[in-house]
C-alpha cells in the first residue's frame, strides 16, 4: 500500500493556498466577475507578472547582481519581448468592452437560474 501511495500529496496546502489566493482577490476586487478572478489567481499563483526584486539594502555589504536575478522575473517580463508585451496589453484593451459585456450577461444568467431554484426549492 505504502508503494501505490508514494510521492502523493498528503496535505491539501496546495489547493488551500489557491482558494486564499482567490478569496483574497475577490474580496480586494468586490464585484470583480469570476471568470477573471479565476485568471488573476492563476496568474498570481504562477507568479506571471511578478518582477525582480530591484532592492539594495545599505545594511550589507554590496553584492554584484547575481547573473540569474532575471530568473526571478515572472513570464510577461522575461518570457515576452517588448513588442509582444506591448500587443498584449493593447489587445486586452480592445478586448475589455466585449469581455465585460459577455461577464455581465453570464452573472444575470447565474442570478436567474439561482432565482428558479428559489422558487422551486
Given at each position: 500500500?505504502?508503494?501505490?501511495?508514494?510521492?502523493?500529496?498528503?496535505?491539501?496546502?496546495?489547493?488551500?493556498?489557491?482558494?486564499?489566493?482567490?478569496?483574497?482577490?475577490?474580496?480586494?476586487?468586490?464585484?470583480?466577475a469570476?471568470?477573471?478572478?479565476?485568471g488573476?489567481?492563476?496568474?498570481?499563483?504562477?507568479?506571471?507578472?511578478?518582477?525582480?526584486?530591484?532592492?539594495?539594502?545599505?545594511?550589507?555589504?554590496r553584492?554584484?547582481?547575481?547573473?540569474?536575478?532575471?530568473?526571478?522575473?515572472?513570464?510577461?517580463?522575461?518570457?515576452?519581448?517588448?513588442?509582444?508585451?506591448?500587443?498584449?496589453?493593447?489587445?486586452?484593451?480592445?478586448?475589455?468592452?466585449?469581455?465585460?459585456?459577455?461577464?455581465?450577461?453570464?452573472?444575470?444568467?447565474?442570478?436567474?437560474?439561482?432565482?428558479?431554484?428559489?422558487?422551486?426549492?
Amino acid at each position: 500500500m505504502h508503494a501505490k501511495t508514494a510521492g502523493a500529496h498528503t496535505v491539501n496546502d496546495y489547493v488551500e493556498s489557491i482558494f486564499g489566493g482567490f478569496d483574497h482577490i475577490t474580496r480586494t476586487y468586490r464585484y470583480i466577475a469570476v471568470g477573471n478572478a479565476a485568471g488573476v489567481t492563476q496568474q498570481m499563483r504562477m507568479h506571471d507578472y511578478d518582477r525582480a526584486a530591484g532592492v539594495v539594502s545599505d545594511r550589507r555589504k554590496r553584492k554584484a547582481p547575481a547573473a540569474d536575478s532575471e530568473k526571478e522575473a515572472g513570464f510577461f517580463h522575461r518570457g515576452l519581448n517588448d513588442n509582444l508585451r506591448e500587443s498584449l496589453v493593447e489587445m486586452a484593451r480592445k478586448e475589455r468592452v466585449n469581455a465585460r459585456a459577455v461577464d455581465r450577461a453570464d452573472k444575470a444568467e447565474h442570478d436567474a437560474h439561482k432565482l428558479v431554484r428559489r422558487e422551486v426549492s
